[in-house]
Every structure is written in structure tokens, then in C-alpha cells.
């Protein structure tokens, strides 16, 4: 009788050792739970955290408000005081430039080349016959793959999108480049307009170390288009 109680009572002892060394283990599990997944968490923060510190390339220019390309501005020409109004009777349209640049006119009519040297910067505005039935996009296409092939050296697309110009539909592009003599480089701007038989052009170009300081004269004067 006395070994049976004394067996008993070994048996219930490994019992409770096994309890608690099971309570034990799930303790020690839920512990390691949570350290990985505090873990996880840590380097996911970390990770958002390092991203948005990357600092954006320097030669890029910094697209102004109307050229992000998420959305089409609704442009409506406005008079600037002090600007110079430019019209030309071939094709009918007018456009607004910054006063004091030098002004070409081109020989066949088609529109005007504006220069100025503080900064170096050119605004040409032109239009001509449609021939090819091209669009506003298709027209923009060309000229860019032309630039890249015979003007220009590592051309490359910074923005492109649609927008309003003269109450149509329009295209800007804005290109980054090299110059092949000097290795300069070069921001032009563009934006291309079709109407009828008809595509009209406003091209700007500067030093792309000057285009963020200059980006919204570019958008001051495309927006200042007026068909006659």
C-alpha cells in the first residue's frame, strides 16, 4: 500500500514537471514570435525610412506645375503686362514673349526665332502645313528622333504629356541633351498643337543648369497662345 501512494505521487511530480516545462517551451515560442516580428516591422520602417531620403539626380530638371504629364491643365491665353505680343499673319496665331529678346523673323512667314544672352536662352515659335496628317504626338516623335540622330547627343525624355494650348489639345515634351562640340548640356522644351491642316510649334531651350530657375516663363508663354 505504501509503494502504491509513493508511485502515485511519482506519477503526479513527472506530471507537473512536464506541465510546466510545456508552459515552458509555448512561452519560449510566443518570445521568438514576437521578436521576429518586431524584427520584420523594424526593417520595413527602416526601409521607407531609407527610401524617401534618396536624393534625386542633379541634372534633372525639376518639371514646373503644368508638367508633371498626371494631368491637362485648362491653359487660357492671358495677357502679361510688360510682355511683347508676337502675331503672325501667315498662319494666324499670336503668342507672348518676355520683353527685351532679340526677334528673327523667319524668311517664308512662318513664324520667329527670340533670343537673349542673360541667360542664353531661345523661344521659337512656328507653324506650318500639316502635309503628312500627322499628330500633335506623331509630330513631336519626329522631331525628337531627328534631334537625337543629327543635332544632339544622348537625348533623353524627361516629360511628356498632354495639355491644353490656344483652347486645343496639345502635346509638351521636355528633353534633356548634349551638345556635341562643347558637351554642354541642354533643356528644350515643346509644346505641339494641331488645328485643320495646320501644326503649330513653341520650342524653348536653355542650360539645364538655368531650366529650373526658368521652367514657368516656358509655361507663360505656351499658355499665351492665341489662334486669330
Known sequence: MKK????LKNNQLNEAKKQKNNSVKSLLIILIIIIVLMMVGFGIVLYFIMRGNQPSPSNTPTP??????????????????????????????????????????????????????NPPMTIRVWASNNDQNLTAQQA????????????????????EGSIEMGGQGAIESI?????P???????????????????YKIEFEIATNQWNSYSTMFDDVFTSFEFK
Open 64 to 117: 514646373s506645375a503644368s508638367s508633371s504629364g498626371s494631368e491637362t491643365p485648362t491653359a487660357s491665353p492671358k495677357k502679361r503686362v510688360g510682355w511683347e505680343t508676337y502675331n503672325n499673319s501667315r498662319f494666324g496665331f499670336s503668342v507672348q514673349v518676355p520683353p527685351g529678346m532679340e526677334k528673327t523673323e523667319s524668311v517664308n512667314g512662318d513664324g520667329a526665332t527670340f533670343t537673349t544672352w
Open 175 to 179: 528633353w534633356q541633351y548634349t551638345a
Open 140 to 159: 513631336i516623335d519626329f522631331d525628337k528622333q531627328d534631334y537625337a540622330l543629327n543635332e544632339v547627343e544622348n537625348l533623353r525624355v524627361i516629360v
Open 181 to 199: 562640340s562643347t558637351g554642354d548640356a541642354s533643356t528644350s522644351a515643346r509644346a505641339y498643337t494641331v488645328k485643320g491642316t495646320t501644326i
Open 4 to 7: 502504491e501512494k509513493e508511485l
